[in-house]
């Protein structure tokens, strides 16, 4: 069982940046991918980025690509998001999302945050 903590979310002006970052509890983190999805007031939850197990693989949304980075630290159990260039329509709540393989599908995910908002001004 794997409990996720996110944090990091807050108020920006467009153009700024956040880090988000998950803590994830219990022993096998190390071995699950890892996942940011968002959703925005309204519309559908959409995948943002995902990082395999070992951080060597990493997979972004077209919409986040080149403006956000996802890692991870497996010694201190936590996943990141670096949201640069932030943007209005990044808007959202954002989701961290543990599971066994690498996707851009939610239903692939067997462990969620409560998530954090971000919200970003114009």
């Known amino acids: 069982q794997v409990q996720l903590v996110e944090s990091g979310g807050g108020l920006v002006q467009a153009g700024g940046s956040l880090r988000l970052s998950c803590a994830a509890s219990?022993?096998?983190?190390?071995?699950?991918?890892m996942a940011w999805f968002r959703r925005a007031p309204g519309k559908e939850r959409e995948f943002v980025a995902y990082?395999?197990?070992?951080?060597?693989?990493?997979y972004y949304a077209d919409s986040v690509k080149r403006r956000f980075t996802i890692s991870r630290d497996n010694a201190k159990n936590t996943v990141y998001l670096q949201m640069n260039s932030l943007k209005p329509e990044d808007t959202a709540v954002y989701y961290c999302?543990?599971?066994?393989?690498?996707?851009?599908?939610?239903?692939?995910?067997?462990?969620w945050g409560q998530g954090t908002q971000v919200t970003v001004s114009s």
């Open positions: 219990g022993r096998t983190f190390s071995t699950y991918a």
């Open positions: 999302a543990g599971g066994a393989r690498e996707s851009d599908y939610h239903r692939h995910y067997d462990y």
């Open positions: 990082i395999s197990w070992s951080g060597f693989s990493t």
